[in-house]
Structure formats: structure tokens, C-alpha cells
């Protein structure tokens, strides 16, 4: 089972600031085959990236993911009030089970 | 629009059972995979079993092996959580997720494009 770590556990930044969050998998995620979800507090979880880098349909192109085999990041380019959420990273590569990171919360500063 | 809706949840005995259910609108359910992800109080998302779009096949997390069963009813759009043997650990509101298909391999990708609001199950004395 691949274990994904995220990091930070919370990013305390301000509007308009850029946001880099990381997750990093305890061996090679097949095919780069790696999803971000947003979630807000009382919400169904929000796809934003698969593939390690594709943007989802409808999503805003602030929102961008990048990297490959073991390291994965998501960067919001310029935080809006609405970013402000809790971000998970899960891989789709060696499944079942497909596995979640712990999550990293962005919090207003 | 996709919608899915979450029933079921409730307090319930440690040992005991609940039944869960996920009705589903805004797209043709038979033709995907559809799966349940819970995430306990201050914890992070956990997947907990999948189904694929005929029902033939199911897969469980190790932690509910044994005491979950997934099912769908195809015909009702409803897919099901049939949750026995209940502990404390089991506490967490519990979300469906629709599948996003297959790869052009013709293997299952296993992420989720639409998900619930969730339900809470809380297992108590």
C-alpha cells in the first residue's frame, strides 16, 4: 500500500498570496495516476487536479498541479477568500485500496 | 447536474448494524463504479469499499472486511452500505463517491469525480 505524505499540516497565508502544498508517496505512483480534492466543512470533497497535473473541468487556472513519481505538488497561484479549505492528495495507481494523504489545511493568516 | 445523496446515518450500539444508501442523479449510474470513502472526527479521508458499474465485483478497505457489504440496485440508482458488526473506530461521516471511469487499458481508475455531502454514523453506548 502506498503511503502519501503531506506537508504542511497547515499553511497559514493571506489573500492574494501563492499557496505550494507538497505530497510525497512512499514508493512510485504508477502512471503519475494522482488526484487533489478540495474540501470545505460540511461540503462533498471537490476533484481539482488528476493525473498529477491535469485541471478538472470547471476548475479555476489558479489552481495547478505539478510533479512525478514520488513528489506531487498543488499551487494555488493567488489565494481567493473561497480557497481557503482543506486539500487531500490520493493515488489511483496501485489500487485497490487507493490511498489518501492526511490532508493540509490552508487557513487565513 | 450530478447529485448524490446520502441516507442512513444515525447513532447506533457498538455491535450493531446500519445500512446506509446513496441515491444518484444526472448521469447513467450503470455505467460506473461507485464507492464509499469516510472520514472519522479530525481525520482524513479513507476509502472503504468500491463496486463496479454491473455489481459483479467488489473491493474492501482491510479495516471493514468482513463486515461491510457494498451492493447497487441499478434499476433505483441507489447504491448501499450494509454496515454489520459496528465499533467506536467506525465513527465518521461517510461519503459516496462516483468513479471516473476506465482507463483506455480498460482498468478501473480508481479516484472520484462527484462525491456527497456525507452522512454521520456514530457508533455509541
Known amino acids: 500500500e502506498i503511503v502519501l505524505t503531506q506537508s504542511p499540516g497547515t499553511l497559514s497565508l493571506s489573500p492574494g498570496e501563492r499557496a505550494t502544498l507538497s505530497c510525497r508517496a512512499s514508493?512510485?505512483?504508477?502512471?503519475?495516476?494522482l488526484v487533489w480534492y478540495q474540501h470545505k466543512p460540511g461540503q462533498a470533497p471537490r476533484r481539482l487536479i488528476y493525473?498529477?497535473?491535469s485541471r478538472a473541468p470547471g476548475i479555476p487556472d489558479r489552481f495547478s498541479g505539478s510533479g512525478s513519481g514520488t513528489d506531487f505538488t498543488l499551487t494555488i497561484s493567488r489565494l481567493e477568500p473561497e480557497d481557503f479549505a482543506v486539500y487531500y492528495c490520493q493515488q489511483y495507481g496501485s489500487s485497490p485500496p487507493p490511498t489518501f494523504g492526511q490532508g493540509t489545511r490552508v487557513e487565513i493568516k | 447536474e450530478v447529485q448524490l445523496l446520502e441516507s442512513g446515518g444515525g447513532l447506533v450500539q457498538p455491535g450493531g448494524s446500519l445500512r446506509l444508501s446513496c441515491g444518484v442523479s444526472?448521469?447513467?449510474?450503470?455505467?460506473?463504479?461507485m464507492s464509499w470513502v469516510r472520514q472519522a472526527p479530525g481525520k482524513g479521508l479513507e476509502w472503504v469499499s468500491t463496486i463496479v458499474a454491473s455489481g459483479t465485483s467488489t473491493y474492501y478497505a482491510d479495516s471493514v472486511k468482513g463486515r461491510f457489504t457494498i451492493s447497487r440496485d441499478n434499476s433505483k440508482n441507489t447504491l448501499y452500505l450494509q454496515m454489520n458488526s459496528l465499533s467506536p473506530d467506525d465513527t465518521a461521516v461517510y461519503y459516496c463517491?462516483?468513479?471516473?471511469?476506465?482507463?483506455?487499458?480498460?482498468?478501473?481508475?480508481?479516484?472520484?469525480?462527484?462525491w456527497g455531502q456525507g452522512t454521520l454514523v456514530t457508533v455509541s453506548s
Open positions: 493525473a498529477a497535473s
Open positions: 463517491a462516483k468513479g471516473v471511469g476506465y482507463a483506455s487499458s480498460g482498468a478501473l481508475l480508481w479516484y472520484f469525480d462527484y
Open positions: 514508493q512510485s505512483v504508477s502512471s503519475n495516476y
Open positions: 444526472g448521469f447513467t449510474f450503470s455505467t460506473f463504479a
